[in-house]
């Protein structure tokens, strides 16, 4: 038997062409995941990534989101049902945007060091020993992007793409032209090599992290669980507090206030997502109806956070 959804814009117009108000579906065991197809299927400019489906908002409340693994049915939809309908643009895979996003400044750095006709410079230690941390640093995020992460999401809106390399690769310009410049004045030896023996240890703790992390997501884990092992005994985003202290290092070893500018940005965006993560913890894991209790933990950075 035939099941059938109307699917809508919010304004309540039809998205599908020719007028047309519903897409027909094999039967009532269908799942969100064949609704978007046969959205998909009637109009191919509507990807299934770019689509966004809600049940009908109730008075006082929002719709609730559909996911694609569900069936239609443990939405309460029923035969001839609604659903509402959200176009969220062009879409780029997760891996592309973070490829790109490390990739640009890999390369960037590189260009101010190895072309004197950008930078006329004979390089000393301090700058030397900048670009092999740097280049480690983002080749490292590259490996780790198809080797380590998933991703909650398999994509996201392409215009992303535009504002995480102009963060990523402007930052990069700026750090390489200041550090690579003539008029630098390097620290010692001594502070550069002490400096960057440390951020090369905060920075294998960040993978260690992640790793940590991409655990949790390995198959067989039978749902998310509370970060254990390593820092994360300590603080609740500690790949976050790893990679801060990464770049004070590189700030310290390299004697750079562009250096620093950076440092205090990604921290300052890595606190909100760390505070809105520990709160998702700990409402998850509340000690409630037997679910375990979320243990008290830093945020991100302590003493402070």
């Given at each position: 038997?035939?099941?059938?959804?109307?699917?809508?814009?919010?304004?309540?117009?039809?998205?599908?062409?020719?007028?047309?108000?519903?897409?027909?579906?094999?039967?009532?065991?269908?799942?969100?995941?064949?609704?978007?197809?046969?959205?998909?299927?009637?109009?191919?400019?509507?990807?299934?990534?770019?689509?966004?489906?809600?049940?009908?908002?109730?008075?006082?409340?929002?719709?609730?989101?559909?996911?694609?693994?569900?069936?239609?049915?443990?939405?309460?939809?029923?035969?001839?049902?609604?659903?509402?309908?959200?176009?969220?643009?062009?879409?780029?895979?997760?891996?592309?945007?973070?490829?790109?996003?490390?990739?640009?400044?890999?390369?960037?750095?590189?260009?101010?060091?190895?072309?004197?006709?950008?930078?006329?410079?004979?390089?000393?230690?301090?700058?030397?020993?900048?670009?092999?941390?740097?280049?480690?640093?983002?080749?490292?995020?590259?490996?780790?992007?198809?080797?380590?992460?998933?991703?909650?999401?398999?994509?996201?809106?392409?215009?992303?793409?535009?504002?995480?390399?102009?963060?990523?690769?402007?930052?990069?310009?700026?750090?390489?032209?200041?550090?690579?410049?003539?008029?630098?004045?390097?620290?010692?030896?001594?502070?550069?090599?002490?400096?960057?023996?440390?951020a090369f240890t905060c920075t294998l703790?960040?993978?260690?992290?992640?790793?940590?992390?991409?655990?949790?997501?390995?198959?067989?884990?039978?749902?998310?669980?509370?970060?254990?092992?390593?820092?994360?005994?300590?603080?609740?985003?500690?790949?976050?507090?790893?990679?801060?202290?990464?770049?004070?290092?590189?700030?310290?070893?390299?004697?750079?206030?562009?250096?620093?500018?950076?440092?205090?940005?990604?921290?300052?965006?890595?606190?909100?997502?760390?505070?809105?993560?520990?709160?998702?913890?700990?409402?998850?894991?509340?000690?409630?109806?037997?679910?375990?209790?979320?243990?008290?933990?830093?945020?991100?950075?302590?003493?402070?956070?």
């Amino acid at each position: 038997m035939s099941f059938k959804i109307a699917v809508s814009a919010r304004d309540g117009r039809t998205i599908l062409p020719k007028g047309e108000k519903y897409i027909t579906l094999a039967d009532k065991d269908a799942t969100v995941a064949d609704l978007k197809r046969g959205i998909a299927d009637s109009r191919p400019e509507l990807y299934t990534a770019r689509q966004r489906l809600t049940t009908v908002a109730e008075k006082g409340k929002k719709g609730t989101v559909l996911e694609d693994g569900k069936k239609l049915a443990e939405y309460g939809l029923t035969n001839g049902d609604t659903v509402v309908f959200k176009d969220l643009g062009p879409q780029i895979a997760y891996r592309a945007v973070f490829f790109w996003e490390y990739f640009g400044p890999l390369v960037v750095y590189s260009l101010f060091f190895f072309f004197p006709y950008l930078i006329p410079e004979e390089h000393g230690f301090a700058q030397k020993a900048a670009l092999t941390f740097w280049v480690a640093h983002y080749a490292k995020r590259i490996a780790e992007t198809f080797l380590v992460h998933s991703f909650g999401h398999a994509t996201m809106p392409i215009r992303n793409l535009i504002k995480n390399c102009s963060y990523y690769w402007g930052f990069a310009a700026f750090i390489a032209y200041f550090i690579n410049h003539p008029l630098y004045t390097p620290p010692s030896t001594l502070q550069t090599v002490l400096a960057l023996a440390a951020a090369f240890t905060c920075t294998l703790s960040n993978l260690r992290c992640h790793l940590i992390l991409a655990d949790l997501r390995s198959p067989g884990r039978g749902g998310y669980s509370i970060p254990r092992g390593f820092l994360f005994d300590y603080i609740t985003c500690a790949n976050y507090t790893a990679e801060i202290w990464s770049w004070l290092f590189f700030s310290l070893a390299t004697q750079s206030l562009p250096a620093l500018v950076f440092t205090l940005a990604g921290a300052g965006q890595m606190a909100v997502w760390a505070a809105g993560k520990h709160q998702r913890l700990r409402k998850l894991f509340d000690g409630k109806e037997g679910r375990e209790k979320y243990p008290k933990r830093y945020i991100m950075f302590p003493p402070l956070f």
